[in-house]
């Protein structure tokens, strides 16, 4: 490991601390794991590949949400039962995910990121957030808790994020969570969804191990920083301020899709 990190020399070791630390921060601050951070600033700053930049996500991943689950669990911020239904799911879709991860295009997976932020940002003006409100789990939100973490298995394994993003507004619109509990228990069932997702991706041969663990090792620092803050700031402004975020970094990674894309019909002519 300390033989990796110094064959990549002192700035590419900064960047993978710099990205760490941020995505550790929004991590506790927004209940995800970081990866809607870690993939394009992985990608535009550190010169990775869509694929390798997702794979190496979902690694530094585990660590974050660790950290992050303590942070709540502390202050019973956690709803355990719905975290392992939605664990359940999600363990499996990560298998199918890392399997697309390895057999679409760069182009094509760049353009799913994409779209996937937009979704994102287009959710959060939905969700109205509560410090009241909790989770009641009878059969059929039982059912969709594990249908949910499907879902959220196949993104994780598919574009290298914890899920959190798709979980935390789920659980708050569709399932009457609290923001806070929403975040506490998306942090719970990211664990073993990107400890699948990351055996996957090891297989396929998309994960870099050494930047993974720079990248998680660093997050785990401001982790609970941000949950910290997620606690005394509005639910409402944290919103307004991630989708902030969130249009700087699709407007980025768009431009690089249409660039990638105008380069590849110059190579065809």
Avoid at 27 to 48: D, H, Q
């Amino acid at each position: 490991m300390i033989d990796a990190l110094r064959a990549r020399g002192p700035r590419a070791i900064l960047t993978f601390v710099g990205i760490g630390l941020l995505a550790g921060f929004l991590s506790g601050l927004f209940g995800v794991g970081g990866g809607t951070v870690i993939v394009p600033v992985l990608v535009m700053l550190a010169g990775f590949t869509q694929r390798l930049a997702a794979g190496t996500s979902s690694a530094a991943i585990i660590p974050v949400a660790a950290v992050g689950v303590i942070s709540y669990a502390v202050h019973g911020d956690v709803d355990w039962t719905a975290a392992l239904l939605i664990a359940a799911g999600a363990v499996v879709g990560a298998q199918f995910g890392t399997m697309l991860l390895h057999r679409l295009s760069e182009p094509l997976l760049r353009w799913i990121f994409v779209g996937f932020l937009i979704v994102v940002m287009a959710s959060l003006f939905f969700v109205i957030p509560s410090r009241d409100a909790e989770i009641h789990i009878d059969l059929l939100s039982g059912i969709g808790l594990v249908v949910l973490g499907l879902v959220t298995g196949v993104a994780s394994g598919l574009i290298g994020v914890g899920g959190g993003i798709i979980v935390v507004p789920v659980l708050i619109l569709l399932f009457g969570a609290s923001d806070l509990v929403a975040k506490g228990t998306s942090l719970l069932m990211m664990i073993p969804t990107t400890i699948s997702g990351t055996l996957g991706n090891i297989r396929h041969k998309n994960v870099d191990l050494t930047a993974g663990i720079t990248v998680g090792a660093a997050a785990c620092i401001t982790t609970p920083l941000g949950a910290l803050v997620a606690g005394a700031v509005d639910p409402l402004v944290a919103n307004v301020l991630f989708v902030v975020f969130l249009a700087a970094l699709t407007v980025q990674m768009t431009q690089r899709a249409l660039r990638a894309s105008r380069d590849r019909r110059r190579g065809r002519d």
